[in-house]
């Protein structure tokens, strides 16, 4: 899966524990309703943000992870994260005038071959057809 995005925020480097760390980076979405999604980059992951800045265009590959957590009472939790493995920049659309990115223009489609016209047409005539 991928999400795609702007760089909102780059976190420093947390070491959770002697053997464990993790650095959250977190990607606005450039749609109608813009999304924060804040995904996990783990161990050696975690490099990968380096070279990355705040407002950068970038698309993420991610992972989904689900686990389940039972608390001491017995009542069990179901808790979700997006993890990180990939980070690429995305080239920025040039934008129009009044700063809206410019649409991109559809690939040229090949002419259709003509067909010979028919040499006796008469609109009284019964055909087939259901129209």
Not at 40 to 50: A, H, I, N, P, R
Request: aromatic share 8%; hydrophobic share 35%; glycine share 6%.
């Amino acid at each position: 899966m991928e999400v795609s995005g702007r760089v909102k925020v780059i976190n420093a480097v947390q070491q959770v524990s002697p053997t464990f760390r993790k650095r959250e980076l977190v990607v606005t979405t450039e749609e109608q309703y813009p999304q924060h999604i804040m995904v996990e980059f783990t161990q050696d992951k975690c490099d990968l943000l380096d070279s990355y800045q705040v407002g950068e265009p970038v698309k993420v590959s991610i992972n989904l992870r689900g686990r389940e957590w039972v608390s001491p009472q017995g009542e069990t939790k179901y808790f979700n994260s997006i993890q990180g493995w990939r980070i690429e920049r995305v080239a920025a659309e040039a934008p129009a005038q009044g700063g809206q990115p410019m649409a991109q223009a559809a690939p040229a489609m090949p002419a259709a071959p003509a067909f010979e016209p028919a040499t006796s047409f008469n609109e009284e005539e019964h055909d087939d057809l259901p129209f």
